[in-house]
């Protein structure tokens, strides 16, 4: 079956930086677009980063850019989201999301990012 797990997530300081990590397992991960999305306390699951099959295409959230860089490596069937210049209101759970995979897409379990001095 489908599987999403997520993993990186941890405890940094502001202006730190942090690697997600999302291993795919279960489709042809090499032919879909992958989102991280992140939940914070309170507030709406959010787009932070999409990227397309091959790679060739990324776009992000305006309260990302030029921050956090989206990758794959379709050979090690992994998705990837390089945090810089963390910030504290980055602090969110953060998903990864297949959103073609099936009928109604398919979301990781979230990893915890918490951004505090």
């Known amino acids: 079956q489908v599987q999403l797990v997520e993993s990186g997530g941890g405890l940094v300081q502001p202006g730190g930086s942090l690697r997600l990590s999302c291993a795919a397992s279960?489709?042809?991960?090499?032919?879909?677009?992958m989102n991280w999305y992140r939940q914070a306390p309170g507030q709406e699951r959010e787009l932070v980063a999409d990227i397309t099959s091959n790679g060739g295409v990324t776009k992000y959230a305006d309260s990302v850019k030029g921050r956090f860089t989206i990758s794959r490596d379709n050979a090690k069937n992994t998705v990837y989201l390089q945090m810089n210049s963390l910030k504290p209101e980055d602090t969110a759970v953060y998903y990864c999301y297949a959103p073609y995979v099936g009928s109604n897409g398919y979301w990781g379990q979230g990893t915890q990012v918490t951004v505090s001095s």
């Open positions: 279960g489709f042809t991960f090499s032919s879909y677009r």
